[in-house]
């Protein structure tokens, strides 16, 4: 089995700042995927973003991108020019390569809150 | 094209009483997914199916049963409601992905059914 672990329960920043969101995870599996999703008060989840763990590229879109570092077993996100839209609830999730059936493994997620 | 629908969207229920949510999905998926959120935690799935007439349990099973009988549905059944399954729940929906090398395949969300249980 594997464990997420995010040990920021709540971050605030300024609007306009960058903000880092800590993820770590244990797993004995050598091929996964791994995410951050996003969750607004509408409680809707919404993926942010992605990384497969056989890449060694860093995952980005748009103002997101991740750092992943699969020997500390480590993936954070990093929100460039913070909006205050970005105020949400963020999981880092983890899903081992061909276990879709499986379905994903959650942290208990980081309260975001951008400061206007 | 709906994605993934929930019924309902609140509920309350006295405890020993039994009801039923529902998910539906359009997108011809495979795989389908129900998940509980509780306060400060995450997503913790309950049940699964990878296809019509199969069912799978996932990390907090017990209280729950689920049934898979058309491909674009699934069922999520609490036969005698206990305050400690008073939770948000989610239901998901993803493509099988074609083979362990495969590319990866996004779950779609529903909306999400918050239950309280007195």
């Known amino acids: 089995a594997q464990t997420v672990t995010q040990s920021q329960p709540e971050m605030s920043v300024q609007e306009a700042e960058t903000v880092t969101l800590s993820c770590t995870y244990d797993t004995s599996e050598s091929n996964y995927y791994l995410f951050w999703y996003k969750q607004p008060p509408s409680r809707q989840m919404i993926l942010v973003i992605r990384?497969?763990?056989?890449?060694?590229q860093n995952a980005t879109e748009n103002r997101f991108s991740v750092n992943f570092q699969k020997a500390a077993k480590s993936f954070s996100l990093k929100i460039s020019d913070s909006q205050l839209g970005d105020t949400a609830m963020y999981f880092c999730?983890?899903?081992?390569?061909?276990?879709?059936?499986?379905?994903?493994?959650f942290g208990k997620g980081t309260h975001l809150i951008i400061q206007p | 094209n709906a994605g993934v629908t929930q019924t309902p969207k609140f509920r309350v229920l006295k405890t020993g009483q039994s009801m039923t949510l529902l998910c539906a999905q359009d997108m011809n998926h495979e795989y389908m997914y129900w998940y509980r959120q509780d306060p400060g935690m995450g997503l913790r799935l309950i049940h699964y199916?990878?296809?019509?007439?199969?069912?799978a349990k996932g990390e907090v099973p017990d209280g729950y049963n689920v049934s898979r009988l058309k491909k674009q549905n699934f069922l999520l059944g609490l036969e005698s409601a206990a305050p400690s399954q008073t939770s948000v729940y989610f239901c998901?929906?993803?493509?099988?992905?074609?083979?362990?090398?495969?590319?990866?395949?996004?779950?779609?969300f529903g909306p999400g059914t918050r239950l309280t249980v007195l």
């Open positions: 199916s990878v296809g019509e007439g199969t069912t």
């Open positions: 998901a929906s993803s493509h099988r992905t074609p083979g362990l090398a495969g590319p990866w395949d996004e779950q779609f």
């Open positions: 999730a983890f899903m081992k390569l061909g276990g879709g059936a499986d379905g994903l493994t």
């Open positions: 990384q497969e763990a056989y890449k060694q």
